[in-house]
């Protein structure tokens, strides 16, 4: 699809817990294909002290009402004025950016790794892995089980695994403390993770480490979204590439991660 | 439609309105959201004779109301650009300028004999300006004997119209402007960024690799305009305004000052049609106070 | 509660915050908002010998995260202010600082003199750097030798603290903090305004009845916050860092950045309590970051 | 009353015409006591370009239920943030500011000028004069009948009188072609005023010529509101003035003003 900026319309503005709500905006024409792991870069005009738009993954994308949502976590004046969201008001989008996942082969089982609000984008990839009758596991840590949200929605696509840090949901420790790691690592053809910089750095190189494909969803600061002010670069093994076109989805191997 | 049409040295502009050299890549990154051609020019990314990686990240710290870079022109190099990045530039039919950069004076000279081959190419835009790198930028730039040797070292190699971009970070803008003219600049494009500095409380760290960077968009609009109207008395080559360009308005005042055309940086990262807009607000402007002609307002400003 | 008492020269701070001049009146106008011996000091109005009128109206221009004014220095002059205001400032128990201002040298002296004389204010801030005057004002802030020789004339005046407060309006600032400090300063405390320009594009006018004017606000935080560091490892007396401090967080950045104190400025104008509350957010963050003095963050700014 | 910053809620929001509200906020303490032509400074909040606080005239002030009004025209892009202010959203307001007008005695015959949103302090001004027994006759100008606004609530205080220059309401003409100056001018022993300034110009010249005491409420543009940025001086006979603090009522003797 080609990029453009739209006014979406928030149809609803869902509560998860203190800082994390799902928005659901509607295009006013027919959306055209957005691929998992693409994102929207969204004005955020109400509030005095946000001056560049600020980047969200899809999480999931529903076609036929023409309805994009977005989980979004509250961490400072942009994204907490976004959770602030009247139904009914209108936001200035800019989308789909960046180039998304790899699809693996229909059949192909894979692992989906997720942390905080870096689950996002795994949302929106499940639901199209399961249309390509791929075997999906996703694993999600937190820090507790308040923090675990839309479990229900997960595993209609997915076999579902968690981790919280105190132990009150799932396996007890950090999400590569997980047994599936130590156990069925090589069963997955592929696996797929975003989230904190350090957990991804944890999952690349248990996923390094057995040769098994990995890629990354990064989230680095950003100030266009589409190329032209060479912000966001990250290190590659082909130098420095921008993570909002180049990326955010990029290979381990390309990367020059310490792992 | 008024009529929009206006002039830098030799290169013809069928509108004021162009894009800085850095928020506007090569272009074609715009090609999606509306027809570039419509503009009277872009200037594409700063250049530089050698390939150059650019800064660390991070790169970016957003400020009040405007934002903080580091870039450190990351660019393939002039060679590159010719052989891989021109070829795709060829299909405007507007004008592309090049933003040219060096550490020394001799890469400076040697970049801009580069572009001098390539036909396609109305001008250059010298940046003497840059505060993101470690050597020559910004360096040449405050300093009158500086400027004025890169300006000639380059006019002795480049034919076509040369544009001299020039520094806030300075005392007094006129003399710099004054000492690129007489040096042989055909026009001065100003303002570059202003050197500024962004600290995280948090981490008690700088939010830079470069610990300072150049800040842009509106917070430093007030300055740009203030330099413009400075210099657009102060020599008689054509001013080109630069700093804070939101929206027609803003690029009213820019014109009003003295400028005879106008760059459109940040906020093309905010609104990827910033520039076509402000085109339109341009010439609706002019029909609302029934001017008729760009020219009625440049360097109109009742005193 | 953290400890955050500081000094600047003789001048002991129960706490560094401080507020500008110009923004806070004679300290009297906020009694109505808060207990004004809580800051660590209050820096009054600029004053001159002779008393000024100022400048015309329009005086103001709101301009993206900051404002541009063109007071020009309204003040009764000094022995107005010996004699009817500054026994109004008896009552303060905190440090109150005279800004002091001049169109030439015998006028910074004639004015120090005076105010020398008043026990109960702490020490000067002598301002070398008002763009709103004709004469005098940004003129000796912005060359080493002319700064040199006010403060060096003042200071044969003047015996307690004299802190010189900067022009940001200087292509180096540090070589001018260094020829003030060389003169005699104390203290320097940056930044005074950016020199700016508003244009009304509707009536083709400067906004401004001097045209320029001088920009404050958050818009020149990121200038501020880079000069303050620059001049904070050139010089060896304390810095005072100003420019754009909205909040507790802002004012942690000058901290890190090497300012021994902070002035609150335009803030004040948006929210009367600002320095308060900025003065008990400072604490609140040495608290959640586990310091016990104000001295654990001043100039540490991790590289 | 001490100046204050207190937050108000906004009770109703109350739409006039195309660009004229009024707004009525609730204070949650009582009210002190409020001068007529006294103003306020408002915090627009919800917007990325106003910076500064925005001052208005009280309208009315109802101590009962501790809510004041304010008249608001949508000028820029501060006033038309206010105008959409929702009911139940808090505004921060910086209040009372200003001296206000010069009460008469008792009995006194009074003529208030008002034109275009210059009439909201005013209104505030008869509600007192009402109380005060004051025979009081109000004349308003306005382009035409569609911006003549809340007339009905004028009369309850005033006698009221109206001109539009285009005739469709009242008298045709300016305010100042109103007979009401032709006729029984010296009735009057005061007269006050606020509008664009041409028209207190106008009335200011009629005042003079007659002896009539006369005040005007000055609009300057302000940063503080409270008098310490000095920037919204007036020349006086006495040098500039704050019309902050000074002001914003000014008898015309006070000013230099070419009338
Ligand atoms: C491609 C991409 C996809 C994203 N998808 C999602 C998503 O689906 N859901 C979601 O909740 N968030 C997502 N994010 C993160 C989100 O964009 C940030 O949380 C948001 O920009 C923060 O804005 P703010 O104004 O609230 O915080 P700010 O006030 O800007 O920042 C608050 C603090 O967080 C730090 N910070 C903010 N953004 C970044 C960053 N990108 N990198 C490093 N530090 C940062 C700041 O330095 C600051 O200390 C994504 C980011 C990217 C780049
Ligand atoms: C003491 C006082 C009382 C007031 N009472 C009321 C009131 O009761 N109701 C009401 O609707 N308005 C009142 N005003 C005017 C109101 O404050 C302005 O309309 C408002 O500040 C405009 O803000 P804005 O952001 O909408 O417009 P802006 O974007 O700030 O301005 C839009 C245009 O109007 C011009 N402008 C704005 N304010 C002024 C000014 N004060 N003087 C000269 N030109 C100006 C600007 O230059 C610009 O061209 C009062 C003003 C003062 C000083
Ligand atoms: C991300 C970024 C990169 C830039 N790169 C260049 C450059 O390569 N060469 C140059 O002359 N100016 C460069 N600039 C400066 C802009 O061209 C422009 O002078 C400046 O941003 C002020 O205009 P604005 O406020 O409209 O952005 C860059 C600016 C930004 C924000
Ligand atoms: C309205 C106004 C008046 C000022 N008057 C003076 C002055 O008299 N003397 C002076 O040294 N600085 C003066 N300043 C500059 C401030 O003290 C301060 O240096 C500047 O505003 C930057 O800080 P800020 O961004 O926090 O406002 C004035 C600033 C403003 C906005
Ligand atoms: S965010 Fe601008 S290039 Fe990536
Ligand atoms: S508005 Fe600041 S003194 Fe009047």
């Known amino acids: 699809m080609r990029k453009s900026v739209q006014d979406l319309k928030v149809v609803s503005n ?28 969204i004005l955020v005009d109400q509030s005095k002290n946000v001056f560049l738009r600020r980047p969200f993954s899809f999480y999931s994308v529903d076609y036929q009402n023409n309805i994009v949502s977005f989980l979004i976590k509250g961490i400072g004046e942009g994204t907490r004025t976004l959770l602030n969201a009247g139904v009914d008001s209108v936001l200035d989008v800019l ?31 499940a639901q199209v892995l399961s249309k390509n009758s791929n075997k999906i596991h996703m694993l999600v840590g937190a820090r507790s089980v308040s923090d675990l949200v839309e ?60 040769s098994v494909f990995c890629e990354v969803s990064l989230e680095n600061s950003m100030a266009c979204g589409f190329g032209v002010c060479l ?16 990326g955010p989805v990029f290979n381990i191997n390309q990367l020059k991660w310490q792992i | 439609m008024a009529d929009l049409k206006t002039k830098i040295h030799n290169i013809k502009l069928k509108n004021p309105v162009l894009t800085a050299s850095g928020t506007f890549g090569y272009g074609v990154e715009f090609d999606d959201f509306f027809d570039v051609d419509l503009l009277g020019g872009i200037i594409v990314k700063g250049t530089t004779i050698f390939p150059r990686q650019g800064n660390a990240y991070p790169r970016m710290a957003e400020t009040a109301s405007g934002m903080l870079n580091a870039v450190g022109l990351q660019n393939g190099g002039a060679p590159y650009f010719a052989s891989d990045i021109y070829p795709k530039l060829l299909k ?42 470690k050597e020559g930028g910004m360096a040449f730039g405050i300093s009158c004997p500086s400027a004025a040797a890169v300006v000639n070292a380059v006019k002795k190699v480049y034919q076509k119209t040369m544009i001299v971009k020039l520094s806030p970070n300075v005392t007094d803008i006129t003399e710099i402007a004054r000492a690129v003219e007489g040096a042989g600049a055909d026009s001065v494009s100003l303002i570059n960024t202003l050197l500024g500095m962004a600290i995280n409380a948090e981490t008690r760290k700088p939010v830079l690799s470069t610990v300072t960077g150049g800040l842009s968009g509106p917070s430093i609009k007030p300055v740009a305009l203030r330099m413009v109207w400075q210099v657009s008395q102060a020599v008689k080559i054509p001013v080109i305004g630069i700093g804070g360009i939101m929206n027609a308005t803003d690029a009213v005042e820019f014109f009003l000052a003295g400028a005879t055309a106008i760059q459109v940086g940040t906020a093309s990262f905010i609104d990827p049609l910033a520039s076509l807009k402000i085109l339109k607000g341009i010439d609706d402007y002019l029909n609302r106070h029934h001017f008729n002609h760009i020219n009625d307002i440049i360097g109109c400003l009742q005193m």
Do not use: W
């Open chain 1, 95 to 125: 989308f789909p950016l960046g180039n998304g996942f790899t699809l693996p082969e229909p059949e192909e089982k894979v692992l989906l790794v997720g942390g905080g609000s870096g689950v996002a984008p795994l949302l929106h990839l």
């Open chain 1, 231 to 246: 912000c966001c670069v990250v290190q590659t093994i082909h130098g420095h590439k921008c993570v909002c076109t180049e």
């Open chain 1, 151 to 210: 479990m229900d929605n997960y595993k209609r696509y997915a076999n579902l695994h968690t981790t919280t840090e105190d132990g009150s949901h799932g396996e007890k420790g950090f999400v590569t403390d997980h047994s599936i790691f130590s156990e069925g690592m090589t069963e997955f053809s592929r696996i797929y993770t975003c989230g904190p910089d350090p957990m991804m750095k944890a999952v690349a190189a248990k996923a390094r480490v057995k």
């Open chain 1, 14 to 41: 869902l509560r998860l817990n203190d800082d994390q709500h799902i928005l659901h905006l509607q295009a006013s024409n027919q959306l055209e294909y957005i691929h998992p792991g693409q994102f929207a870069n």
């Open chain 2, 92 to 133: 405007y039919k507007t004008n592309v300028l090049v933003n040219v950069s060096g550490s020394t004076i001799e890469e400076y000279v040697a970049c801009a004999e580069i572009i001098n081959e390539l036909d396609h190419i109305s001008g250059i835009e010298l940046n003497i300006s840059c505060p993101n790198v």
